[in-house]
């Protein structure tokens, strides 16, 4: 006889203590399906948060590679909620592989990868809230993936760099960013920015692509990818001026600051 579902509001409300009692393949495989529900309660409130915190807890040690396939897999899920929900699934494996190093072969870190590169500009549904589905913020969860990402390959950053440039300046963007998702991607750059090792050029060279994406503008509405990448380019230059809160400025602040007050002046002419 299957055993029953684990009561998982009882579990929300004790703060997610691990079930020791439950076998670990029962557990994964009812956390995979409901990461992937439309219910916003079931996904976000139980799921992710209890994925979150057990696998920082070291739960999930031993199928941390099973995790990270099953988030890259979900990036061309057919329902956006699954999408959107992979690259936090990722970021967790992503943050719990660099704290225990080994956890994950080199070459399965550098397959997820690949696999997000294909997606993270490319996403169609930017959507950050949706009223039945609830969080969607697939660009915002994108960021934190791209972050992780670049803990976990250093010798990514540079081309994780360029990908939140392609990915703000996706002309096929239909949504503007209206839930905060500007600000997550200006974080995920000072985190990318704050790592030591990129010299001043390749600190601001991934602004190439904004500037090329923005030299034929003219006159007129500013279409929504336009929009969406001032915002964000606002966004960062308040990140780089004033830091994070437990990582302060990354180095070559001051110089990419300088290139992004340059784009900035594009529309808004009249700064400084």
Request: charged share 20%; with cysteine.
């Amino acid at each position: 006889m299957p055993a029953a579902p684990l009561d998982w509001p009882v579990l929300a409300a004790a703060r997610f203590p691990y079930p020791e009692a439950v076998p670990p393949p029962r557990l994964v495989a009812e956390l995979s399906g409901m990461l992937a529900s439309p219910d916003p309660v079931v996904r976000d409130d139980h799921a992710y948060t209890a994925l979150a915190r057990w696998t920082r807890e070291g739960r999930f040690d031993t199928v941390l590679v099973e995790w990270g396939d099953l988030g890259a897999e979900r990036l061309g899920h057919a329902e956006p909620q699954a999408r959107s929900f992979a690259p936090l699934l990722l970021r967790c494996v992503l943050e719990r592989a660099v704290v225990v190093p080994g956890a994950v072969p080199a070459d399965r870190l550098q397959s997820w990868y690949e696999r997000f590169g294909v997606w993270y500009p490319d996403e169609r549904d930017t959507r950050g809230w949706d009223d039945r589905l609830g969080w969607l913020h697939a660009v915002a969860h994108g960021a934190d993936a791209a972050a992780a990402f670049g803990a976990a390959l250093p010798e990514r950053r540079v081309e994780l760099l360029r990908l939140c440039a392609l990915r703000v300046t996706a002309a096929h963007a239909d949504h503007r960013y209206t839930q905060t998702e500007d600000a997550r991607v200006a974080r995920a750059v000072c985190r990318l920015l704050a790592a030591p090792g990129l010299d001043a050029t390749e600190a601001a060279g991934w602004l190439d692509v904004v500037a090329g994406a923005l030299e034929d503008g003219g006159p007129g509405p500013l279409p929504v990818w336009a929009f969406n990448t001032f915002a964000t380019l606002q966004s960062l230059h308040v990140h780089l001026t004033l830091g994070l809160a437990w990582e302060g400025v990354p180095p070559h602040a001051a110089a990419v600051a300088d290139r992004v007050a340059a784009l900035l002046r594009l529309p808004c002419w009249w700064l400084a």
